[in-house]
């Protein structure tokens, strides 16, 4: 199983990115996605997740209304665009797949590498 992550870079303050995740040896109509982020020194934080089956998408209430997760079955890859970037926003972002779409990162088998993303003020 392999997720690859891509789509970082640095960015200014109210600027968009959109991070892919593409998968090998699972799909995403049979495993949640979800996207995490880790700042330095702070724990890994939940961002966004998709269910698996209705593909409903659910988000951390820091992103809510600027990020959007979806997913393109085709291609078994999922996205989170990201606008209105803010400093805080800057962490190096994972691309997770597990059975349900939950906060925990420990109920998700698999990782991405991580991409970075830096949002400068």
């Known amino acids: 199983v392999q997720l690859v992550e891509s789509g970082g870079g640095l960015v200014q303050a109210g600027g968009s990115l959109r991070l892919s995740c593409a998968a090998s040896?699972?799909?995403?109509?049979?495993?949640?996605a979800a996207w995490f982020r880790q700042a330095p020194g702070k724990d890994r934080e939940f961002v966004a997740a998709?269910?698996?089956?209705?593909?409903?998408?659910y988000y951390s209430d820091s992103v809510k209304g600027r990020f959007t997760a979806a997913r393109d079955n085709a291609e078994n890859t999922v996205y989170l665009q990201m606008a209105s970037l803010k400093p805080e926003d800057t962490a190096v972002y994972y691309c997770?797949?597990?059975?349900?779409?939950?906060?925990?990162?420990?109920?998700?088998?698999?990782w991405g590498q991580g991409t970075q993303v830096t949002v400068s003020s």
């Open positions: 040896g699972i799909t995403f109509r049979t495993h949640a």
């Open positions: 998709i269910n698996r089956i209705t593909a409903d998408t």
């Open positions: 997770a797949a597990g059975f349900q779409p939950v906060v925990a990162p420990s109920d998700y088998s698999y």
